[in-house]
């Protein structure tokens, strides 16, 4: 059976230095209360995962503790754009062996253990997985070997990541499975619906 592990990608909670979309709406102390929820929303979702959870920061804040729990291992992203980023986390966390991978970011409060199942599932059949989000990006992606191309040429934060990574996956004549579509915590907007609807 393939090791699974999560990574999930963060953000030292700094005021001006998280949500900047959301902030321009209702302030950066706002902003940062947020995603301090959301920080917390991805705790408590993620730990009842049976499998290695490993927290890439951007930088590491004092005290992981009180955002991850002892089961959760840190580390530092590398530098470079996102892609870059989550290619060398990648990168690390498969050590030239084979694995049922997934990265997540800090986002999407609306991910269920469940999902994730379903993702290491799907990489028995694909392989790749990807959460599609509302915005044309993506919640979620997975592989079970370690392929960087995937995030080669992305133009991050638009609306094309999605179906970018899809056709250069197709392109290279690899398979891919799709989960359910979800939104992203970016707007007061998305903010206000997940509140609405928790």
């Known amino acids: 059976m393939l090791e ?3 990574i999930i990608f963060a953000k030292q909670p700094k005021l001006g230095q998280v ?4 902030a321009h709406a209702v302030g950066n102390p706002k902003a940062l209360e947020v ?9 408590s979702i993620t730990s009842k995962l049976g499998v ?11 005290h992981t503790e009180l955002y991850f729990g002892n089961e959760f291992s840190h580390a530092i ?9 989550m290619a060398s986390a990648f990168q690390n966390e498969f050590s030239n062996e084979k694995g049922k991978i997934l990265i997540i970011g800090t986002d999407c409060p609306y991910l269920k253990p469940s999902l994730f199942e379903e993702a290491y599932d799907a990489l028995d059949l694909t392989d790749f997985v990807i959460g599609p989000a ?4 993506y ?19 638009t609306d094309s990541v999605l179906p970018l990574t899809l056709q250069t996956i197709q392109s290279k004549k690899f398979t891919y499975s799709l989960l359910v579509t979800l939104n992203d915590i970016d707007t007061e907007d998305d903010w206000k619906e997940w509140k609405r609807n928790r």
């Not at 995603?35 to 705790?43: G, S, V």
């Not at 290695?52 to 004092?62: A, C, F, G, H, T």
């Open 35 to 43: 995603y301090e929820e959301l920080l917390q929303l991805t705790k």
């Open 77 to 85: 992203q590398s530098t470079g754009d996102l892609g870059i980023k």
């Open 134 to 137: 509302i915005d044309g990006g």
């Open 19 to 22: 949500k900047t979309r959301l």
């Open 52 to 62: 290695e959870k490993i927290v890439y920061w951007d930088q590491l804040p004092e």
């Open 4 to 6: 699974r592990k999560l």
């Open 139 to 157: 919640y979620l992606l997975g592989m079970k070997e370690y392929h960087p191309f995937v995030f080669e040429n992305i133009p991050w934060s």
